[in-house]
Nanobody, 124 residues
Framework: QVQLVESGGGLVQAGGSLRLSCAASGRTFSSYHMGWFRQAPGKEREFVAAIAKSGGTTYSDSVKGRFTISRDNAKKLVYLQMNSLKPEDTAVYYC??????????????????WGQGTQVTVSS
């Protein structure tokens, strides 16, 4: 079992920055692919970024060049550094862990553990 707890969300003006953190429990964190997803009101959950257990990263086109995902296996933490934030980035952001896939995925259905989410609101 893996428990994930996100933190770092809040209210920020457009153009500002936030760093989200995801703390994981469990002894095999380094063997999981980790992802960040987001869901805005009235919209489906969408992929934001993922980092493979190897350290390779993948981003959605909408955040590429603005967001950076990273992980600290010793501390069992995953980060999402968000710069140049836009009002359309407003959403609940979820951290997720994939313990089964061979390759890191952008699809939510491949992730078997989820955090409770943290709200990010970007004002214009």
């Amino acid at each position: 079992q893996v428990q994930l707890v996100e933190s770092g969300g809040g209210l920020v003006q457009a153009g500002g920055s936030l760093r989200l953190s995801c703390a994981a429990s469990g002894r095999t964190f380094s063997s999981y692919h980790m992802g960040w997803f987001r869901q805005a009101p009235g919209k489906e959950r969408e992929f934001v970024a993922a980092i493979a257990k190897s350290g390779g990263t993948t981003y959605s086109d909408s955040v590429k060049g603005r967001f950076t995902i990273s992980r600290d296996n010793a501390k069992k933490l995953v980060y999402l550094q968000m710069n140049s934030l836009k009002p359309e980035d407003t959403a609940v952001y979820y951290c997720a862990a994939d313990s089964n896939s061979v390759n890191c995925s952008i699809y939510a259905k491949r992730y078997d553990y989820w955090g409770q989410g943290t709200q990010v609101t970007v004002s214009s």
